[in-house]
């Protein structure tokens, strides 16, 4: 079965300190990425990666960075967290093969930043 | 760039009654696959329907939608709704040739009442 792991599934963080948010998949999946979810904005793509040493640019990319180590890891990195960046962060993989593939999410980690 | 709209932002219903849910989305590529994906409180988003065919239905668990290019919409429905139904309902596309960015609406949250 299709397992995406998301670490830690909840943090504190201080404004202006740094913050790294992992996942990890064993699909083999090439795809592999990083979303938040707010009350009203639905899930909006931060970052996401088509294989190991690449990450593109989603649509809020702001303020977050991504690195994609190996096929199995995928991190979301906050350098200086601000309240603002406070939000529920899904990651997720799936198969860069066809169009059609199912995306397959983690748990979601739940990050307040104070 | 590619993007997701999705009107309504909370739909509540009574049991027993028909369930529509709108989508709409822009891009430029000509061959977009559609899905809908449903978040369930404390789980994580999973895929409830998928379909990169014009002017086909496509069914699963009840649920039905139709791709029409030539409107851009891929409206979720089910003739009668179910207390079980309720959760977040999220409309989503891949448009690009690589299969990679995936894209979500705002996310309608259905709560359907006795």
């Known amino acids: 079965e299709a397992a995406v792991t998301q670490s830690p599934r909840n943090k504190v963080a201080v404004t202006g300190g740094k913050v790294t948010l992992s996942c990890n998949q064993t699909n083999n999946h090439n795809n592999m990425y990083w979303y938040r979810q707010d009350t009203g904005h639905g899930l909006r793509l931060i970052h996401y990666s088509y294989g190991a040493g690449s990450t593109e640019k989603g649509d809020i990319p702001d303020g977050y960075k991504a690195s994609r180590p190996s096929q199995e890891n995928f991190s979301l990195i906050l350098e200086l967290a601000t309240p603002s960046q406070t939000s529920v962060y899904f990651c997720?993989?799936?198969?860069?093969?066809?169009?059609?593939?199912?995306?397959?999410f983690g748990k979601g980690t739940r990050l307040t930043v104070v | 760039g590619d993007s997701v709209t999705q009107t309504e932002g909370l739909v509540t219903l009574t049991e027993g009654l028909p369930v529509m849910l709108n989508c709409t989305y822009q891009t430029i590529y000509s061959n977009p696959f559609l899905f809908w994906y449903v978040h369930y409180l404390n789980e994580s988003p999973r895929l409830l329907l998928k379909s990169s065919t014009d002017n086909k239905r496509t069914e699963h668990q009840g649920f039905h939608a139709t791709l029409h290019k030539s409107s851009s919409s891929f409206h979720l429905q089910k003739s009668s709704a179910q207390l079980s139904d309720s959760a977040l309902y999220y409309c989503a596309l891949i448009a690009s040739s690589s299969f990679s960015k995936l894209v979500f609406g705002q996310g309608t949250s259905l709560s359907v009442v006795p």
């Open positions: 997720a993989s799936g198969d860069a093969s066809r169009g059609d593939t199912e995306v397959f």
